[in-house]
């Protein structure tokens, strides 16, 4: 802790004389063009559950990069940045050393209600601003809804601002043996899917796709597992089940008859991404009311081989505990055990891959975001457009550049409008950390040496996401931003 | 794969320092192509996709390729996330029952994105011998690799195995003629030769009679 106190404080002295220099009032104020007021507050973020691991490594590389020289002497205003060199310059860090957090995920959907306090009574727990307490930024792992969304009149644009960040792809899994069909050309088809998630096809040999012979060694009962319904991932699947497969726009996943929920856990749906609830939860129940335990049967529903979910394919892919839970690891008690491993189901012969997802051709692709309330942290508009290259922000290092409020530099930074202090401001900045261009931008990490663009991409690509496709960034931004 | 093993067990017992079983580390390796592989370009110049074989993996595990910077996989600070480009990366294959995989290449889902130039996430350059590097201050290699791992998403596993890849300067072609120019200049040809035929019998003959 003390040696990093000590990189912040040249951080905060050195570093930021040498990297920023922004023209800032006659008295010490915070630098011009931010949303700095030289206190450091804390916010909490919270909603998706795929996004969560990815959220936090950013947070942590956020909050503790370079900041302003700070008060560390015991007593009042302990840790708020000391008057300094006038005018101060921005660090391009966490200059005002704020504290931000993730809380615990509920879901995407119940991550932006809790942002927008669009439920009566909305109090997301273990939150620390508002009375009651709620998220001051949310996670989602789904594009904003424009309609029946978790804000008053149900477009949730007219309340935030979505800032995505990387991009994912939902698969279809399937286990054990079952991954057999990753090799079958064409499969699965649309047309097989769309017949297994409305519950006609409830055994494998009627998926044709597959050619599946009838009482082999492969067909079986096919046990279709639901979601949390307020997870991202789940809404992302509807929406393509409903305008891709064609199930229609009143198709719901959990609804369906032949949808399982889980037997314990009160009867609730598993959240997404762990296999480990679904197999604790046969290994004491069963399925759909076979005994207690796995099986290796392959009529028997309670046998992985038969069963079929979704999630995040950059979660199944970089958490391998989360996608294969070893018999040895799990609870004896109720029945047999039998490893449990997750694969990724073709469609229409196509398999998820960090090629495609980047490409942005994978059928279920998706944008992750980081969401904010607009007054916190939105895009500068023209004609209404998200515009950053028209509007930039506050200069960077020493040049001619006609940047924001008359400053100069040698570049000119990413340009988010929003609040100017407090917890306002805080939002505002650490949104700007992720969605800055590129390295010419960023600074240098203190204790790495490494520029926070590479980490921010290290960070994305550690829980198997890709960067946000080139084609659907904002020109000026690495972010897709979505206002 | 059992002589993979062999010598890795031979390696840990000359070095004698008491270690009794080979690392995993050693474990994985890619069995074609050898390394350095030199990758074919199309007749455009644009490097082609190649089939690979790897072994020595868990049996039933997915199994990650990507196309990486020319930092050694053994190298302390070499990190996938950083020093692999995860745009390159085609669908995981699942290891057989010994740990082999096979990313074949006439298989679309198993194609690696092989490239020359700036990556497709846009963190390093590979390039042939010579090549001018693109614009933007990127790292270059023309000493890019091809990884196969069971975790392309941390440091941590030691299963990785890695072939160095050259890249092959794109072949300039002579251009053809156009027809727009071709055809007049064969026309002028062929009518030209008639003519010093022709002269050429005529005073032929004038000779002959004189």
């Known amino acids: 802790m003390r040696k990093f106190l000590r990189y912040a404080g040249i951080a905060g002295g050195t570093v930021a004389l040498a990297v920023v220099g922004i023209a800032g009032p006659a008295s010490a104020t915070p630098p011009t063009g931010y949303g700095f007021d030289n206190t450091p507050h804390v916010i909490v973020g919270g909603g998706s559950d795929t996004t969560w691991a990815a959220q936090l490594r950013i947070t942590q590389l956020w909050d503790s ?29 966490n200059y005002q050393r704020d504290t931000v957090s993730q809380a615990y995920p509920v879901g995407s959907g119940a991550g932006i209600d809790s942002l927008n306090n669009n439920t009566a009574g909305d109090n997301y727990v273990g939150t620390v601003n508002g009375t009651p307490a709620n998220v001051d930024f949310a996670r989602s792992s789904r594009a904003p809804k424009t309609t029946g969304g978790a804000c008053p009149g149900g477009n949730e644009l007219t309340c935030d601002t979505f800032w995505g960040y990387a991009q994912d792809g939902v698969q279809i899994s399937v286990f054990n043996g079952r991954s057999s069909i990753q090799s079958i050309s064409g499969a699965i088809s649309l047309a097989d899917i769309k017949n297994i998630y409305n519950c006609t096809d409830t055994q494998w040999s009627q998926v044709a796709s597959l050619g599946i012979a009838p009482g082999s060694a492969q067909d079986g009962p096919i046990v279709v597992w639901g979601m949390n319904s307020s997870s991202g991932t789940y809404g992302t699947m509807k929406t393509w089940l409903q305008n891709v497969v064609g199930l229609g726009s009143t198709y719901d996943i959990d609804s369906q008859a032949c949808v399982h929920h889980l037997t314990g856990s009160g009867g609730t749906y598993p959240f997404e991404n ?49 996608s294969n839970y070893p018999a040895a690891n799990q609870p004896t008690t109720g029945g047999p055990t039998l490893t449990t491993t997750e694969f990724s189901a073709p469609i229409n012969g196509v398999l998820p891959s960090g090629s495609n997802i980047l490409g942005n051709t994978w059928t279920i692709g998706r944008t992750l975001f980081h969401v904010t309330k607009k007054a916190d942290a939105d895009c500068p508009k023209t004609g209404g457009i998200c515009d950053f290259v028209g509007n930039p922000g506050p200069g960077i290092g020493t040049g001619a550049t006609a940047c924001a409020a008359g400053t100069t530099g040698a570049l000119c930074d990413l340009n988010v409008v929003g609040g100017a202090t407090g917890i306002s401001g805080a939002v505002r900045e650490y949104t700007r950390f992720q969605c800055r261009v590129n390295g010419t931008e960023q600074t240098l990490d203190p204790l790495t040496g490494k520029n926070y663009d590479t980490e921010i991409t290290s960070a994305i690509k550690a829980d198997g996401f890709q960067l946000v496709p080139v084609a659907l960034r904002t020109t000026g931004s690495r972010c897709n931003v979505i206002s | 794969m059992r002589m993979t093993r062999l010598r890795a067990f031979a390696a840990t017992a000359t070095i004698g320092v008491g270690v009794l079983a080979a690392s995993p580390a050693f474990a994985v390796s890619i069995t074609s192509p050898p390394s350095p592989y030199t990758v074919q370009n199309n007749s455009a110049g644009v490097p082609q996709p190649f089939t690979f074989s790897a072994s020595g993996f868990p049996a039933n595990t997915s199994v990650y390729a990507a196309i990486c910077d020319g930092t050694s996989i053994t190298s302390t600070s070499w990190d996938p996330t950083a020093n692999c480009d995860s745009g390159t990366s085609p669908a995981a294959v699942v290891s057989d029952a010994s740990g082999n995989v096979t990313f074949n290449s006439t298989n679309p889902n198993f194609q690696i994105g092989v490239f020359d130039g700036t990556g497709p996430s846009g963190g390093f350059n590979c390039l042939y011998t010579g090549q001018t590097p693109p614009a933007g201050g990127l790292p270059s290699f023309t000493n890019c690799q091809l990884v196969v791992m069971d975790n392309a998403f941390s440091s941590v596993s030691p299963n990785k195995a890695a072939i160095t890849l050259t890249l092959q300067a794109p072949v300039a072609k002579t251009p053809e003629t156009p027809y727009a120019v071709a055809l007049p200049l064969g026309a002028i040809a062929i009518l030209g030769g008639g003519y010093v035929a022709l002269r050429r019998r005529r005073n032929h003959s004038a000779g002959v009679a004189a």
């Open chain 1, 274 to 322: 762990d296999i480990k609830p679904v197999v604790n939860d046969v290994l004491a129940n069963g399925v759909a009311g076979s005994a207690a335990g796995l099986s290796g049967l392959n009529t028997d529903p309670s046998n992985p081989q038969n069963w079929i979910w979704f999630g995040s394919f950059g979660i199944a892919s970089a958490y391998g505990y989360a």
């Open chain 1, 65 to 93: 990069s370079p900041a302003c020289t700070s008060n560390n002497t015991p007593g009042a205003g302990l840790s708020d940045c000391l008057a300094n060199a006038n005018p101060e310059t921005n660090t391009l860090g």
